[in-house]
């Protein structure tokens, strides 16, 4: 059984690890993945302390979620930046990801934003501070997300070393 169970570390650590990655690309479901690695190795540990590290996960995520959405979407509404200039940049950004792999999800999100704020605002005098905000909103729910892979990261190492 000690076999099964370190396997189970390895796999979950490599789960986590690929998680906090995916935060920064935004291709993979990275706090999902942090869960389910942190998941990989409560079951086969399955007693309170790995049960417990993994509720504690679970709210760790759930918490930062609700804020990763809450808190930067309410900077955009207070600035006036409409959700479809998000959406255009989205579309944008996946068509950049094909045609210039991993940068270019970044180049067409902000290259979405800025056209949309451009045909929407009239002129680039307006476009560059509207999409300037949007952006920043958009790295604020960046190192939310990120914070919070971090945060249960650091419980379930913390798990791994104390319990």
């Known amino acids: ?35 389910a690695g942190v998941a990989v190795w409560a079951v086969p540990r399955g007693d309170a302390t790995a049960w417990t590290v993994l509720g504690i996960v679970v709210a760790i995520v759930v918490l930062g979620s609700v804020a990763k959405y809450l808190l930067p979407g309410r900077r955009l509404r207070d600035s006036g930046v409409p ?18 792999p991993v940068v270019g ?7 979405g934003v800025y056209l949309a704020e451009l045909a929407r605002l009239g002129g680039r005098e307006s476009a560059w501070p509207s999409t300037k905000r949007a952006l920043t909103a958009v790295g604020w729910s960046i190192v939310i997300e990120m914070a919070t892979g971090l945060i249960a990261a650091a419980v379930w190492i913390g798990a791994l070393v104390f319990a």
């Open 1 to 35: 059984m000690l076999v099964g169970v370190e396997i189970a570390v390895v796999l979950a650590a490599v789960l986590v690890a690929v998680g906090i990655v995916g935060i920064v690309v935004p291709v993979l479901p990275g706090l999902i993945l942090v869960v």
């Open 83 to 100: 959700g479809r200039t998000l959406a255009l940049g989205g579309v944008l950004g996946i068509v950049g990801f094909f045609v210039i």
């Open 105 to 111: 999800l970044f180049i067409g999100f902000v290259l």
